[in-house]
């Protein structure tokens, strides 16, 4: 019995070598036609190198040579709200280019928090607020009508019932400064009140739809990633 199962056992094993060095013979020999690891960078490289190889040049087409034009070539940013293929799309995409660090949703959600803060903080005169939001010059105006206000003693009621929209208008790249303006529709009650508490403008009840237009830059180069408002105006 003993003798039989050595039998056995040896010829398992017998078959087990043939089994491994024909796997080893398939498995272990390069042929040249093997895939590299996908790496997606050398991958956008190789692309580039093989459409050079391919290109046929037409009668008046762009050689495979001359200056691409990034603006047109790059991805749309898809940015929520902005229309494909519109104006303002392409203006956000040579803005998005020129600075990296842009991306458009995060800088609108920014700009609709900074439109209600800065309504709300000029109404209460409250400058320290304004102030790192606001460009030199800007604040400079802000300033001068809070002063004013104080002044005459008049006061501000105002309540911010809510944005109805913000949207993109205008981006342009201009040198190391980017500037974008944007479209806000909100809802307010605002009026002023002289040194009596008696209102002489506004109404404090009714809710009014305000638009503003307003202007926003930043110094692409700077490390800061914050905007700054620069021109403000209604529609």
Do not use: C
Not at 66 to 73: G, K, Q
């Amino acid at each position: 019995m003993s003798s039989d199962f050595s039998i056995i056992n040896l010829i398992l094993l017998v078959v087990a070598i043939v089994v491994f060095l024909k796997l080893r013979n398939v498995l272990g020999r390069r042929t040249g036609e093997e895939r590299r690891p996908f790496d997606p960078y050398a991958a956008h490289e190789q692309s580039q190198d093989n459409d050079k190889d391919n290109v046929i040049n037409l009668p008046g087409s762009r050689t495979a040579d001359a200056p691409r034009d990034a603006a047109t070539e790059a991805p749309a940013p898809q940015i929520r709200g902005v229309e494909p293929g519109s104006e303002i799309e392409q203006q956000l995409t040579e803005l998005t280019l020129a600075d990296r660090r842009f991306d458009g949703d995060e800088f609108l959600g920014g700009a609709k928090l900074a439109y209600e803060m800065i309504v709300t903080a000029f109404a209460a005169g409250d400058r320290k607020t304004l102030q790192p939001l606001l460009a030199a010059e800007v604040f400079e105006s802000f300033n001068g009508a809070i002063d004013a206000r104080e002044k005459r003693g008049e006061t501000i009621e105002m309540s911010f019932i809510g944005l109805k929209s913000g949207e993109f208008v205008k981006a342009l790249v201009n040198g190391n400064q980017s500037l974008i303006t944007v479209k806000f529709v909100s809802e307010q009650t605002s009026s002023t009140k002289n040194q009596d508490g008696v209102v002489i403008e506004g109404d404090p009840v009714t809710v009014r739809e305000v638009v503003d237009i307003w202007t926003f830059e930043r110094d692409i180069t700077s490390r800061d990633p914050n905007w700054h408002l620069v021109a403000t105006g209604g529609a």
